[in-house]
T-cell receptor, first 115, second 112 residues
Framework: DTGVSQDPRHKITKRGQNVTFRCDPI?????LYWYRQTLGQGPEFLTY????????KSRLLSDRFSAERPKGSFSTLEIQRTEQGDSAMYLC?????????????FGQGTRLTVV | DAKTTQPNSMESNEEEPVHLPCNHS???????IHWYRQLPSQGPEYVIH???SNVNNRMASLAIAEDRKSSTLILHRATLRDAAVYYC?????????????FGGGTRLMVKP
């Protein structure tokens, strides 16, 4: 297993278009997290899954955003009607469910630019 | 979630030790102290974590104060590849999702 992979690495889209990102976590990890990071800031939590269940969503996740994790494997994050403020790095992370000090593994991210 | 406070930036010379401080005065008894770093254009990378005792691994050492209200990440010999933003994060069981809550981190610059 080569770690968490994200696709695409870069996406340029026109305002108003829909975009979808994919995350493939480490295979045995049942937790999957999505984060967003803007320039000069630390990553901000968006949502997380335990297996296929989406258990928490940040207030940052507007109704234009939707995330899925069918069958508890890969996950997709879709942004509808993109806005320039959506331009950011979208990061995916996976881990085992909490067992005291469990580390999380991050992907390289998808950089979205909305023009 | 309990917050952490870190200096915005630090400088180090190559091959010298680096001590990166973190204050977490509101830490709870079940919070683990995690450190991650983020190299330019990459996702964050796990460095080390601890609960009460000092910890060592191949990347770094973590020194935790006796009252757990502060900790220090120690890079024994900084290299140019250690230039990154270092995040000190508390990860605890009172947070159902155990997600990592990132602050601004410390930008470490390493001079040759």
């Amino acid at each position: 297993d080569t770690g968490v992979s994200q696709d695409p690495r870069h996406k340029i889209t026109k305002r108003g278009q829909n975009v979808t990102f994919r995350c493939d976590p480490i295979s045995e990890h049942n937790r999957l997290y999505w984060y967003r990071q803007t320039l000069g800031q630390g990553p901000e939590f968006l949502t997380y899954f335990q297996n296929e269940a989406q258990l928490e969503k940040s207030r940052l996740l507007s109704d234009r955003f939707s995330a899925e994790r069918p069958k508890g494997s890969f996950s997709t994050l879709e942004i509808q009607r993109t806005e320039q403020g959506d331009s950011a790095m979208y990061l995916c992370a996976s881990s085992l469910a909490w067992q005291g000090g469990t580390e999380a593994f991050f992907g390289q991210g998808t950089r979205l630019t909305v023009v | 979630d309990a917050k952490t406070t870190q200096p915005n930036s630090m400088e180090s010379n190559e091959e010298e030790p680096v001590h990166l401080p973190c204050n977490h005065s509101t830490i709870s008894g079940t919070d683990y102290i995690h450190w991650y770093r983020q190299l330019p254009s990459q996702g964050p990378e796990y460095v080390i974590h601890g609960l009460t005792s000092n910890v060592n691994n191949r990347m770094a050492s973590l020194a935790i104060a006796e009252d757990r209200k502060s900790s220090t990440l120690i890079l024994h010999r900084a290299t140019l590849r250690d230039a990154a933003v270092y995040y000190c994060i508390l990860r605890g069981s009172n947070n159902a999702g155990n997600m990592l809550t990132f602050g601004g981190g410390t930008r470490l610059m390493v001079k040759p």
